[in-house]
């Protein structure tokens, strides 16, 4: 038959040819990739005869490449299982094969075609165990290393607790960690509301390390420590020149000390009206403006907020900006007092007796059932601070390895037969005395008498603070 150009068979032949050579330059490609990886590859039929070997693997077997294609694997592989692959069908992943004095790993593959296996291709991964190990040990000193720098930059940048550390399995707890985890993930603002020594700074750090700002700083302000002439200041920075005794270099603000990270504001209630204008502005254009300078800086940086009074009421009454509280209750934690969770509360005991061990030294202890059931009773005002309080003095009372009811201070141990553990035959006001007084001894106790931070935790002024000092006399001077 006579093949006209351009005629139809003509084409045919034109495309199977194109085919042919596509087909003969990806087989090309494939003998050199076989061929010039480093660990050691075979092909065999299904009779066990090899068809393809490449160069690494038939160095390491000590024959010619082209001497051992078409010769059975059995006869050249020691304790090779290439045949038994192709029987079975069943591929071997990363198998121990010992040829010539060395441990491998290996794996064989079976190749099928139309349901029946045709070829079976085997890989050594590694053609001595000890390169294996020897890579292990590698991969541990790298971890242990991460570990290390992991370790060390979470302490220079702040945070320490994650929502693991913070110990209770209330429901209502476990209800508010599972909302705090949620809210993590994303760089809302977010607002820590709960009577003090419940945890808020704790949960504080536990946000900042779920989020993707782990990395980054993590710098807590303290707002009820900072002198109302130096709020700006702090928080903002100042240029050079700023004011009389300004440093030469000028200073970050502590939100330029966070940029990229977190910034925690602790007691934001004590924010001075001034102040919240100003805050509020860095809310809504992410911008800061150090004292002294002309133009403001940009700052990226996530604003976790807390207060142990309720910000909806002072803005009632007037103290609080309600466009700053709007703009800061984006998400509300209310994180709940201890005598809401009372069922923690001997998880807490045995968490803080065994940190109290290790910071004294002090050998292991425990508390008698009588003793836990007074510490669970007890209403605690002072919350989870108070708890660990009194279990530090009961731990240097106590007498052997056990605390008693004897060990546990008189407020603590009287039997609780009224709502907050007075007796109910005295008058309201007489109980609320009593319970104001322990929270005021206990908090000066806490602070090892500092009475103006005592005044700025209890919300109330100094001059307040010592007039009820003198009201109480030596029963609400530290113990």
Not at 114 to 126: L, P, R, T, W
Not at 173 to 178: H, M, T
Not at 278 to 283: S, T
Not at 340 to 359: A, F, M, S
Request: aromatic fraction near 6%; hydrophobic fraction near 40%; glycine fraction near 8%.
């Amino acid at each position: 038959m006579k093949i006209r150009s351009g005629g139809w068979v003509h084409r045919l032949l034109q495309r199977l040819a194109e085919q042919a050579r596509e087909a003969d330059k990806s087989l090309s490609m494939l003998e050199v990739a076989i061929d010039s990886d480093y660990e050691g590859l075979i092909i065999t039929d299904a009779e066990g005869k090899i068809l393809k070997v490449n160069q690494a693997y038939a160095d390491f077997l000590g024959y010619p490449v082209p001497g051992m294609i078409g010769r059975p694997v059995t006869e050249l592989v020691e304790n090779t299982r290439m045949h038994i692959v192709a029987r079975t069908g069943q591929a071997e992943i990363a198998h121990i094969q010992k040829i010539n004095g060395h441990e491998m790993v290996a794996s064989r593959i079976p190749i099928f075609r139309e349901g029946k296996v045709v070829a079976v291709v085997g890989k050594v991964m590694f053609q001595d165990l000890d390169d294996l190990f020897a890579m292990i040990d590698r991969f541990k000193r790298l971890k242990n290393e991460l570990e290390f720098y992991k370790t060390e930059l979470s302490k220079r940048l702040g945070a320490r607790y994650s929502f693991d550390n913070i110990v209770g399995t209330s429901a209502v707890l476990e209800q508010v960690k599972a909302l705090g985890s949620r809210v993590a993930r994303s760089d809302t603002t977010v607002l820590l509301e709960g009577e003090s020594g419940t945890g808020k700074e704790m949960f504080a750090h536990a946000i900042h390390i779920a989020s993707s700002r782990a990395l980054g700083p993590f710098i807590k302000v303290n707002c009820a420590a900072i002198p109302e002439n130096l709020f700006e200041s702090e928080l903002f920075g100042y240029v050079e020149g700023a004011f009389t005794g300004a440093q030469k270099k000028g200073k970050k603000g502590k939100f330029l000390l966070a940029d990229k990270g977190t910034i925690f504001l602790d007691e934001i209630s004590e924010l001075p009206l001034t102040m919240q204008a100003k805050l509020l502005r860095v809310l809504q254009e992410r911008e800061v403006e150090p004292v002294g300078s002309d133009h403001p800086k940009p700052v990226d940086v996530r604003i976790v907020a807390a207060s142990n009074k309720g910000l909806s009421h002072l803005v009632e009454q007037g103290s609080f900006r309600n466009d700053l509280y709007y703009r800061l209750n984006v998400v509300r934690l209310a994180i709940p007092p201890l005598r809401e969770r009372k069922e923690d509360i001997p998880l807490l005991v045995t968490k803080i007796l065994h940190q109290l061990e290790k910071e004294t030294g002090m050998p292991t202890i425990e508390v008698e059932p009588g003793a836990m059931e007074r510490l669970t009773a007890y209403p605690w005002p002072g919350n989870v601070r108070e708890l660990r309080n009194v279990l530090e003095q009961a731990m240097h009372t106590a007498v052997g390895s056990t605390i008693t009811c004897q060990d546990i201070p008189k407020a603590v141990a009287t039997e609780p037969t009224g709502q907050h553990g007075a007796p109910p035959d005295r008058g309201l006001k007489a109980q609320l005395t009593d319970l104001e007084e322990e929270i005021i001894r206990r908090t000066l106790a806490e602070l090892k008498g500092d009475k103006q931070t005592a005044a700025a935790r209890l919300g109330i002024s100094k001059s307040s603070l010592y007039a009820k000092l003198e009201q109480y006399g030596a029963a609400a001077r530290p113990a």
